[in-house]
Each structure stands twice: as C-alpha cells, then as structure tokens.
C-alpha cells in the first residue's frame, strides 16, 4: 500500500524525533507526513517539517497516527485521532493495559495485530528489552518466574533526562567534584555520578515503571501465571537501558540451548564472550536495532540468568513503532480494522 498519510504527534520529544528519522531512514510509505506537538513548538521545524499545534483537524485524512506524547496528552487525543479515521500506534503507557487493545512487539506477538482496535499500544522500554529475548525462551521452556534490576537511561525520562545529565556533567567536568543538586527538573537528585533506584511514581512501595513491568510481560506473552519481582533504577548513561534477568521456567533451560534460541531469535543479537570482554552495554547498544543479550549462565538458585540491553528510544520505542506502522501495512490491517 502506498501513499499513507502518517501524522507523528509529539515530534519534537526524544521518541518522535527518531519515530521521524525512522519513517524516512526505512523508507516507510508514507505520501506525507504531519509533525505535530504543543503549541509551544508550534511553527518550529523538525527533520525539515514545520510542527503544527495538536487540534482535530491534524488528523483529517491521516491513515496512521504515531502519539509519542505524555500518558495524559495520549488519554484525550488519541480518541479523537480515531474518531478522524485514524489507525493510532500509541507510546505511552495510556492504553496499554485496555483489554481490547493489543500491546505489541512484532517479534514477540505478532498475532495480536489480528484486532478491530484501532489503538495499538506499544510496551514500555524495559520490559521491552526483556521481552524480546524471554519470547522464544518462553515458548521453549514455560516462563515461570522473572527476577530483574534495571539500568535505566536518562533519556527514558525524555528530552529533560537528557537535558539535566548533560547541564550536571558539564558542572561536575568543571568543578572536579561531585553536581551541586539536581540540574533539572526530570530527577529530584542529581544524576551525574549517581544511580537514583526510583523510576517513575511510587504505588505501595513499587514504582510505576516496576508494576508495569509484570502487567506488560503477562500480556505479552499471554502467561497470567508469570511473576516478576523487579527494582528499576536510573543510571547516569545517555541512551539504552540494561536489564539483569534471572528466569525461572518450568522445564529445563541449559545456557547452551538458551544461547542457541536466542541465536536464532529475530531482534535478538547475543554478545557473550565475557572472557574477551565482550558482553553488551549501553554504548555498545546506542543507535543500534537488535536487543542485546550476554553473560548467559545459570546462577546459584538454578535460575537462568543473562543481562539484556536495548536502545530505549529505538526498540524501546521509535523503532518499535514504526515496526508496527510496517506490519500494520503489510498484514492489511489497516483495512480489516476500518471495515
Ligand atoms: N523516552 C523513552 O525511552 C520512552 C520509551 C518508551 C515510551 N516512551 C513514552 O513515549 C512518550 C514520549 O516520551 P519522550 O521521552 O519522547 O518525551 P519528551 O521528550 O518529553 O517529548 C514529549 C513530546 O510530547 C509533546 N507534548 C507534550 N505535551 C503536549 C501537549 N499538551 N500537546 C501536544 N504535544 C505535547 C511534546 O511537545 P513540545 O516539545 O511542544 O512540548 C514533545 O513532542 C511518553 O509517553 C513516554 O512515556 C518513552
């Protein structure tokens, strides 16, 4: 199908700029494309489009709609999105959990496009990085159980977690001490020189970012039964997030046979060769598309445990989306949903 118009809403944040360098990079077929965003940024340009103030008429003849805005922004524009025609693919964590909408990795759950929602969710950038490999060792072995801590980036917070690292290294590279207080208002304490254990809002003593973690793993993989007890921490790196897993299944998983699945595992590259210092890491991960899987071993409890590392505005996010826009497009589902 060519010709689609595409309208990418919050594209001037850190997600929508790569959604927009990605529909161009991977030549998606789009007859036009819309950047819009708040009016604050209205009028200025982005990728070489002038960005235009969210409001009903953006969506007017617009095929699929990117949102990569915050959740309450997603909460009351991507009904009106849809109610214009539109097919949205939404960033945040909004509608993830909505029971008919189906929350997707095209590697992962390919089949839940199969749908008359005419939202799709993408899932969260940690568990996104887990997910891609836990896939095929899920469908080996039965997971059972998923313990993990996250190392998360600062851009995960958006263009102000980017903003408040660079403003406190450069003081920290000026001064030769340790950052005077937080340098921005995206962490309540500095994040140069620090990790900060505390991602997103608490709930009870979890934060928002770990309770999503299970939810979005459990619809995922269509597996209620799995349990995942996780700590997410912010750590003073640009971009990807790393994740230290430790899964427990119900039938044998040998580190061998694990290497060998996720070998063969689509979005999955495996760097493990720990003894010459190859393992994967947020810059080795930045700008790159696979999930990075290494350090694949079985620990002291039995457990199969690897770390995992994915660029978070890539797979966990801008790529993802528009990996869906292209699935979307050629499963034909923009049109089954809109009979
Ligand atoms: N960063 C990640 O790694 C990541 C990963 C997965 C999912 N997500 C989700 O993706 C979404 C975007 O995240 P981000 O990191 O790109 O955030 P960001 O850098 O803060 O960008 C937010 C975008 O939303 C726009 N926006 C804010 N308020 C708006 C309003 N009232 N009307 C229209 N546009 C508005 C902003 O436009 P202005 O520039 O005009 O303010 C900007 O384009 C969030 O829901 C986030 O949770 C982020």
């Known amino acids: 199908m060519a010709g689609l118009q595409v309208a990418v809403v919050g594209a001037t944040g850190a997600v929508g700029r790569e959604v927009l360098r990605l529909l161009t990079e991977r030549r998606f077929p789009a007859m036009a494309v819309r950047a819009v965003a708040s009016p604050r940024s209205a009028g200025q340009r982005v990728d070489g489009l002038p960005v235009e103030a969210l409001a009903p008429h953006v969506f007017d003849a617009v095929d699929i709609a990117i949102f990569d805005t915050p959740d309450e922004v997603a909460l009351e524009w991507v009904p009106v999105a849809t109610e214009r025609g539109a097919l949205v693919i939404d960033n945040s964590a909004a509608f993830r959990m909505a029971e008919q909408v189906p929350l997707l990795i095209p590697e992962v759950n390919r089949h839940a496009l199969y749908t008359r929602s005419r939202i799709i969710a993408n899932p969260n950038c940690t568990i996104a990085t887990i997910t891609v490999p836990l896939g095929p060792l899920h469908r080996e072995a039965g997971l059972r159980r998923v313990i993990a801590c996250s190392y998360q980036s600062v851009s995960g917070a958006g263009q102000r977690g980017i903003e408040q690292l660079w403003a406190e290294t450069r003081e920290v590279a000026a001064s030769g001490g340790a950052p005077s207080g937080a340098g921005g208002g995206a962490f309540r304490q500095p994040i140069a020189m620090n990790v900060i254990p505390a991602v997103g809002s608490f709930r009870g003593g979890h934060t928002s970012e770990e309770v999503k973690m299970g ?79 290494g350090r694949i071993r079985t620990d002291e409890a039995g457990l199969l445990a690897f770390f995992a590392v994915a660029d978070n505005l890539l797979k966990g996010a801008a790529l993802n989306a528009v990996q869906i826009a292209e699935a979307v497009v050629e499963d034909g589902v923009l049109i089954a949903s809109r009979a």
């Open 215 to 293: 939810a979005e793993l459990r619809k995922m993989l269509e597996a209620p039964q799995v349990l995942v007890g996780v700590t997410c921490v912010r750590v003073p790196t640009l971009r990807a997030h790393g994740v230290a897993v430790h899964a427990e299944f119900d039938r044998p998983l040998s580190p061998a046979v694990a290497r060998d699945l996720l070998r063969r595992a689509a979005g999955v590259e495996v760097v493990d060769e720990p003894e010459r210092g190859l393992y994967p890491t947020p810059l080795g991960a930045m700008g790159r598309h696979p999930c990075y899987v």
